[in-house]
């Protein structure tokens, strides 16, 4: 699923892409950036309501190239400016995070396995 159809989905705004033909087929949920950096995840997208620096540099680690921010939390400058760094595609969306991982789930992306 490329990035502008999980931005459809999400119903949110996305704000950078720079490949938005790239296919993800695997979706994260989670506010613990601790728990992200346990997996090296390739064509996964990072579904969060942490809005902060840190979960760029998260993203960055651990190869993961395109983050959701739900609950309508709006990224900064400075948050944005080191995604476009970073090729990380970024979507604000007003949806919950439960609400945004069950929609891309029922559109077949499927959770990580550890």
Known sequence: MNVDRINEIVSG?????QDSFHRYVSAFASD????????????????????ALQVIRT?????????????????????????????????ESGLTVFEIAGRLYQNGLQPVVG
Do not use: H, W
């Not at 613990?32 to 309501?49: A, Q």
């Not at 651990?62 to 979507?91: D, H, P, T, W, Y």
């Open 32 to 51: 613990l950036m601790s728990d992200v950096l346990r997996y090296y995840m390739e064509n996964t997208l990072l579904i969060t309501g942490l809005c």
């Open 59 to 91: 993203a960055e680690i651990s190869n993961i190239s395109c983050i959701i921010f739900a609950r309508g939390k709006r990224v900064s400058g400075e948050m944005l400016q080191l995604a476009k760094e970073n090729n990380i595609a970024i979507i």
């Open 13 to 17: 705004e996305l704000l950078f892409a």
